[in-house]
Every structure is written in C-alpha cells, then in structure tokens.
C-alpha cells in the first residue's frame, strides 16, 4: 500500500519509534493522526490526546478521525523491571499490570477499533486492500532477560497476535505484520549509563550499535509496499540474542 494520500494512525507518535515513523509517513504523502498521552507531535502530523490503556477514550480519538483509516501502526509503549518475586516478597504485580495494560491491551484497543473503521474501506490497489496493521514488538518477546516479565508479557503478546489478527482480518484484506527492534536509541532508554549500553550491544553481531528510529521507520514503509508481507514479525536487531541476565541486573 502506498502511503500517499491515505490517513495513518500511528500511537506513541510524539516520540521516539512512533514520531520516526509518523514523520516518515508524512513525508511520502500520507495523513498522519498521533495518538499518544501528551508531548507534541512531529512537523506536519496530527495530535489527538490519547491514552490507549482506555478503551473508551481510545473510542473516541479513533471516532474523532474524519474519514477512511488505511494504516495504523501501534508503538506505545512503556517499559519496566523487577522479578515476579524475591527474597523480600512477592514482585510489584500493580507495575506488571501498568505495563501490559499499556503495552499490549492498548494495542488491542487501537486495533478493534480502528480495524473496524478499516472494514469499511473501498478496496485500493492491485491486491485490493484496506488496510495494513504493524506492531511495535520486541526482541523481547522471543528472548526476554533476567526482570523483563511484565514487558516481556506485553511484547511475546504483541508478536504472537500479528499471525492471529492477520487471519481475523484477511477476509477483509487487512494485513498484520510485526516489527521486533533490538536495543534502539529512542527516549525510553536514554538515561542508561554506557556501560550498560556496551554490555546490552555485547550480543549484537553487527553493526555493534543501537538501532535508529528512522530504521524501524524504514521497516514499516518496506512492509506497507510489500502486499505478500502478512502474518510475521521481522526482527531488526543486528542478529542480537541477549544473555539471560546482565551484571546490571544482579547489582
């Protein structure tokens, strides 16, 4: 699907993977509507205030949006550590339940309802379509370390549903695909001391470097042009397989 002159939704769209990706959209032509909790927005996107851990508010950004939805690329996220549970007691179970809820619940509720809206469209292209769905994965999902439960939850699910919505949604010719990213530099890590960086980049196989917004920008114009791409979850993450447990994460 060519994005110019179709409308994207994009979620977590004012920072870090999501405004590489809205901008990126905006400038091959596309209608570009961002919808995150706060910050603003790259240069020619749309902003709608949007928590999607609420299904009822995410009803209504997502019916606020004039016209067909051809593309919605769903990136919010948070992060969060701790074990299940400890020698001090059980783990922070309020946290685990912040993280899936935003994580994975919220791209469910982006997804039903912005799917529904993509049921309607007029088929576009040789194929037909109406739609193409990414989500935002992780490498995480197949390899979570040591404390990553509640994120690693969140983003194992996130994968795991690409295959399963996209054969919701192929009767409608709506395609789902995923994007794994490894360690990226984005806002979410940037306060992390650089010995730690070097010893999360440890795993990579090259480059030995983190990844760039633009680049997980780039994957999802590559899978919005490649009408075959359906059902799987890329990784970008320089052939990274992370240990199970960093010296950071015993300390």
Known sequence: MDPAGRTAVVTGGNSGLGAATALSLAAAGARVISLDIGGTPPEGVEFTACDVSNAEGVAEAVG???????ILVNSAGIGGI???ASADGPGDLAAFRSVVEVNLIGAANVTAAVAHR?????PVGEDAERGVIVNACSIASFEGQEGMGAYTAA??????????WARDLSRHNI?????APGFMATPMVAGLPDSFVEELLKGSEFPKRAGRAEEFAGVVDFILRTPLLNGEVIRLDAATRPP????WSTE
């Open 155 to 164: 983003k194992a699910g996130l994968a795991g549903l690409v295959l399963v």
């Open 64 to 70: 606020s949006i004039d016209g067909p939805i051809h």
């Open 118 to 122: 993509m049921i309607g469209n007029d």
């Open 82 to 84: 701790g074990p299940i």
């Open 175 to 179: 395609r789902v695909a995923g994007i």
């Open 244 to 247: 199970a447990r960093t010296r």
